[in-house]
């Protein structure tokens, strides 16, 4: 085996990648119709993993599958349970106080998911209502920021994950429910009737998603960084996001309809890792 240390040391060792993933996080990282764990942000995995089976000198790489949470990722990552998360979580400075990020692989800003037809078309229609957001969110933070600036008098229901928070929508206990717009829109085709569903509100600032990482390991940051930055400018990151935001996925096999636009374009080409100054 090659010399490293850290994290790389421990999956050479074992020869194991434990990944991280998001179970209902359509179209990221969720599971279809067969239990397998697909998606947007799994799909980078593949130039990462053979970036580490190279690095390591291995004939084969064992990818692990384990399922995380907003509120268990950081434990997890700390404890080596998980290596690497490829899932929706935004590089914030709240967020880089537990785990490391890699290089941006998404940017999304927040919006909110409510009823169509409703009364609520932007974020001021909120006051005085309750919306969800999922715990431990970057929407669930702006959320609380609003409350306490405006002041709003929003009823903030926590969710322990997007299902959760798209239960509670569709169930009328809320009339928003406030994530990033592609997650929404991915929430919107889970739902037992998308069509009655819409996404809306004034697009926040971006949020830059990330995989969140071992802390202080800067070698295993510098390899997972290189893959991500070499699928980006080589063309495979382009591929990626028309495979998950321009086609059918599954299960309903209903496309997002969304093309590559130019903020994406502009990371693909200059990849980086930078966040927004406040989080």
């Known amino acids: 085996m090659a010399e490293v240390s850290g994290t790389l040391a421990r999956i050479g060792s074992t020869g194991v990648l434990p990944v991280g993933h998001r179970e209902r996080s359509l179209p990221f990282s969720y599971y ?3 239990r397998t764990v697909v998606g947007y942000s799994v799909a980078y995995l593949e130039p990462v993993v053979d970036a580490i089976t190279r690095r390591l000198g291995l004939a084969q790489l064992t990818v692990q599958m384990v399922p995380v949470t907003p ?14 998360e490829c899932g929706t979580t935004a590089n914030t400075v709240a ?6 990020f890699s290089t941006t692989v998404f940017l999304a800003r927040p ?17 005085g209502q309750s919306v969800v957001a999922v715990a431990g969110t970057s929407a669930e933070q702006l959320l609380a920021r609003m409350n306490d600036e405006k002041p709003m008098g929003m009823t903030l ?14 169930a009328g ?3 928003a429910y406030a994530d990033d717009d592609a997650v929404l829109d991915g929430q919107r085709l889970r739902a037992k009737s998308p069509a009655n569903w819409m ?7 971006a949020d830059h998603l990330a995989f969140a990482l071992p802390p202080g390991d800067p ?42 636009g130019d903020d994406l374009a502009a990371l693909f080409a200059a990849p980086n890792d930078r966040r927004p100054a406040a989080g």
């Open 32 to 34: 279809d119709h067969t």
């Open 173 to 175: 206990r809320v009339v």
């Open 95 to 100: 967020a880089a106080g537990q785990v490391a």
């Open 199 to 205: 996404v809306t509100g004034t697009p926040k600032a």
């Open 157 to 170: 229901v926590a969710a322990k994950d997007t299902a959760q928070a798209l239960q509670a929508l569709e």
């Open 219 to 260: 070698e295993f940051k510098r390899l997972v960084d290189g893959a991500i930055a070499a699928a980006q400018t080589g063309g495979l990151a382009a591929k990626i996001h028309a495979r998950w935001f321009e086609q059918p996925v599954p299960p309903k096999g209903i496309s997002l309809n969304q093309p590559l």
């Open 111 to 127: 919006r909110l998911l409510t009823r169509r037809g409703s009364d609520v078309d932007d974020w001021s229609d909120l006051r």
């Open 71 to 84: 509120q268990t990722l950081a434990a997890r990552i700390q404890s080596g349970e998980v290596a690497i």
